[in-house]
């Protein structure tokens, strides 16, 4: 049977109009900062690209700054700076944060001080989304940027960390978004590429394919895309529910992303989940895909409230564009199937 992607948190499939524009872009032989006829049309689908972006995500007037990832563009905008947080953020945000805000059973921040603070948008495990004030030094909106009508300008932050493969776009490109005349000192130093903020030479082909994956994301948003996905995840809640009393819906009567749930087991490990349903042929996640391979409680759920027993047997299923109603079916029907022989092996 053919396999179910269900992990679009992790990483979005290429998008078809975003391979055609990597494509194209490897045809581009010059070096952005080179001056001849083959550089500057290597700086054109650059500067092309950056448009893109900061069309698609309301940030006319604003820097954006080509970095390698989301977790180089946290670093960027968060290391040295004494910025405060809350334990529910990514790792590559609470690596450089003092994670003292507190955070409610709903996974709401209580945000203190805007000004010296780092706190995400939505969670990339649950889904929650976040009631920010405006004023905030960094913004965490990679898991936002595409699902959510989200605008920088309308964020009222300093800066804001956004990836491309969240998107459908490549893996290893992402941008901080900085408000017009914010101070910043590059880390990478060199040639004093993307206004000075982060040297070396740009990564033209994934800059190319950044630039295609934002601007079909903010057609997708303005097509309904995503509250056809959202209608797909509410009946999945709604299945699993109804067969396993048991489970825990994490941020069900709060707002989440929409493609986004997680739920708990009791007594059933995440990973052990996260190995049945891909034998099954689904892929899932027990977790960030960024913190892989570590077999303990999810922080975020455990901040939350959640013992350490119900934190680590939690799953997400994140839906994406492609996703039908009977992938959806399917995946509720063999994870019940699962679940009762669970239960049964368990008795």
Known sequence: MERVYLDHNATMPLRT???DAMI???DVAGNPSSVHAEGRLAKGLVERARAQVATAF??????????SGATEAAALACAGRGLLGAEVEHDAVRAWIDPVLAVDAAGQVAVTEPERSAVQLANS????VQDLPQGLAVID????????PVAFNWLGCDMALISAHKLGGPKGIGALVMKRGTDLAAQIKGGGQEMGRRSGTENVIGIAGFGAAAEAAARDLENGVWERVEKLRNILDSAIE??????????KDTRRLPNTTCFATPGWKGETQVMQMDLAGFAISAGSACSSGKV????VLTAMGFDAATASSAIRVSLGPQTTEDDVMRFAETWRAKWEKHRARAA
Request: hydrophobic share 50%; no cysteine.
């Open 17 to 19: 109009e975003v391979r």
């Open 24 to 26: 194209a872009a490897m």
């Open 58 to 67: 309301g940030a006319d007037g604003a820097d954006v700054v080509f970095v």
């Open 125 to 128: 495990e649950t889904g929650i």
């Open 141 to 148: 909106a990679t898991q936002a940027f595409g699902k959510l």
């Open 242 to 251: 109804a067969d396993a009393k048991e489970t825990i819906f994490v941020g």
């Open 296 to 299: 303990k409680a999810s922080a």
